[in-house]
């Protein structure tokens, strides 16, 4: 796999007083210049955040989910997965624990894939409102990561986007020894999501979304909330957290991912696509 290096710096950025631009404000600006979110991500929330809470452990296990019809694994570790999509920046933050203990799982697998904020996925047929767009051999939008020694993978991406029949989620496994232990979904907060949707162009569609926690028969099945993430707003991006209760032993992974038709390969930009050799 490639070597992930360094964690690419977001530089300086822009800055926007409190007193001149509120969050829509802000937002709006950023709608009307999505290069901004899309590269270096700019400042986009200048309100003072609600104080949050750190997630308390729980020694329980987070409910699993299914894969859903979307999952490949690219072998691609790295710590950014928007391969330079746009949309409102947005870092993973994955706590992997023992359920049986509450002890922190160093070297813990950890992998991620989503929509961007269209609502695509990467590597297959089929997507898009009209279900006519076809995004075989690409890779955003998913990634690896291995836990540290405080059980911590993160990641940077953008707020996911939405398609028809689901809530807003981010799909992860967490791999014990090369062994898939459990397979989850993080969720999101609907007042955020439609304030993104509605305010960041990146986002914006003629169809109306209709599914959210409420009624979602997935999210609806996490009884114990387990897979609600934690969210704060930072100065340039959102952060999302999630403590993960896994089994050593027990694994928790449900299957039932048919595998893309067109094997997928890392993407380099600006190389001729017969010319690349990567996979």
């Not at 961007?116 to 690409?138: E, F, I, L, M």
């Not at 990146?202 to 114990?224: C, H, I, M, P, S």
Request: with cysteine; glycine share 8%; hydrophobic share 40%.
């Amino acid at each position: 796999m490639p070597s992930l290096g360094k964690t690419p710096s977001l530089g300086k950025l822009p800055s926007f007083g409190k007193s001149l631009l509120s969050r829509r404000a802000t937002l709006a600006t950023l709608a009307s210049a999505p290069a901004i979110i899309s590269s270096a991500p700019g400042v986009f929330a200048q309100t003072p955040a609600a104080p949050a809470l750190a997630p308390a452990p729980a020694c329980i296990l987070t409910p699993a989910a299914v894969p859903g019809p979307f999952y490949f694994d690219p072998k691609l570790h790295r710590a950014d997965i928007t391969e330079g999509h746009p949309g409102v920046p947005l870092r993973l933050r994955f706590i992997v624990l023992d359920a049986a203990n509450c002890a922190l799982v160093s070297g813990a697998r950890v992998d991620v894939w989503q929509t961007r904020a269209d609502g695509y996925y990467s590597g297959y047929p089929g997507q898009g409102d009209k279900h006519n767009v076809d995004t075989s051999g690409g890779t955003f939008m998913r990634g690896t990561q291995i836990a540290d020694a405080r059980g911590e993978a993160l990641f940077h991406t953008v707020y996911p986007g939405w398609y028809d029949g689901r809530t807003v989620h981010v799909h992860f496994k967490i791999f014990i020894d090369d062994k898939n232990m459990l397979t989850g979904q993080m969720y999101f907060p609907d007042a955020l999501s439609q304030y993104v949707f509605a305010n960041v162009g990146a986002y914006r569609r003629k169809a109306v979304r209709n599914v959210f926690n409420t009624n979602d028969e997935l999210a609806l099945q996490d009884g114990t909330h387990g897979g609600y993430c934690d969210i704060k707003e930072e100065s340039d991006h959102y952060r999302a957290t999630l403590v993960v209760g896994v089994s050593r032993t027990v694994a928790t992974a449900l299957e039932d991912t048919a595998r893309p038709p067109v094997q997928p390969r890392a993407i380099v930009p600006g190389v001729a696509p017969e010319k690349q050799k990567n996979s």
